[in-house]
Nanobody, 119 residues
Framework: QLQLVESGGGLVQPGGSLRLSCAASGFTLDTYAIGWFRQAPGKEREGVSC???????NSADSVKGRFTISRDNAKNTVYLQMNSLKPEDTAVYYCAADMYCGAFLGEYWGQGTQVTVSS
């Protein structure tokens, strides 16, 4: 009933762009911090970017300057704009909701969307 659904993943060439969407259903996400995470084969899940309920953001050093997180509360959706994509960005990307970015465990998680960066 309470769900986050990611979309927008796919196959893209190095240097290309994708925009991922995270849409909430069954609850209103405007009171939540929303984080994007990714997991590649053989690697631990890592935090990519997070946006608080009041709009402050932070991102991993590996994506700073390339990825931008934003939210549209009227659409109950959070976005991750991914530019200048690199092969090492290949992973399953998940969005999750929690109270705040500083201590983020994830109360709700999406199913994930595959991003593959390859020539």
């Amino acid at each position: 009933q309470l769900q986050l659904v990611e979309s927008g993943g796919g196959l893209v060439q190095p240097g290309g762009s994708l925009r991922l969407s995270c849409a909430a259903s069954g609850f209103t996400l405007d009171t939540y911090a929303i984080g994007w995470f990714r997991q590649a084969p053989g690697k631990e899940r890592e935090g990519v970017s997070c946006i608080s309920n009041i709009g402050s953001t932070n991102s991993a050093d590996s994506v700073k300057g390339r990825f931008t997180i934003s939210r549209d509360n009227a659409k109950n959706t959070v976005y991750l704009q991914m530019n200048s994509l690199k092969p090492e960005d290949t992973a399953v990307y998940y969005c999750a909701a929690d109270m705040y970015c500083g201590a983020f465990l994830g109360e709700y998680w999406g199913q994930g969307t595959q991003v593959t960066v390859s020539s």
